[in-house]
Nanobody, 118 residues
Framework: QVQLVESGGGLVQAGGSLRLSCAASGGTVSSYVMGWFRQAPGKERESVAVISSGGSTYYTDSVKGRFTISRDNAKNTVYLQMNSLKPEDTAVYYC????????????WGQGTQVTVSS
């Protein structure tokens, strides 16, 4: 069973950048569909970016052109590079893994807080 640990969150001014990391153990990230989700106070959790086992990527419209999801198989880590951050990007960001062929993300990290000040 894969375990996920996020890091890299923090406080940044609008227009700034952060890179989130998701270190995996107990499984290889290249054999899972990996995703980044976020949940802001009072809002539902939303998918931000996904990378398939084959390397295809998906982004929610609000982050396209600003965020990049990537994977380092040697480090068994998934990243979310976030540029041009906006106050509305403030949320707890979660890394998740989904077994290929499954419909639900079954493995989740503990989350990391990202706060963007205006």
């Amino acid at each position: 069973q894969v375990q996920l640990v996020e890091s890299g969150g923090g406080l940044v001014q609008a227009g700034g950048s952060l890179r989130l990391s998701c270190a995996a153990s107990g499984g290889t990230v290249s054999s899972y569909v990996m995703g980044w989700f976020r949940q802001a106070p009072g809002k539902e959790r939303e998918s931000v970016a996904v990378i398939s086992s084959g390397g295809s990527t998906y982004y929610t419209d609000s982050v396209k052109g600003r965020f990049t999801i990537s994977r380092d198989n040697a480090k068994n880590t998934v990243y979310l590079q976030m540029n041009s951050l906006k106050p509305e990007d403030t949320a707890v960001y979660y890394c998740a893994a989904r077994r290929v062929g499954m419909t639900q993300f079954g493995y989740w990290g503990q989350g990391t807080q990202v706060t963007v000040s205006s």
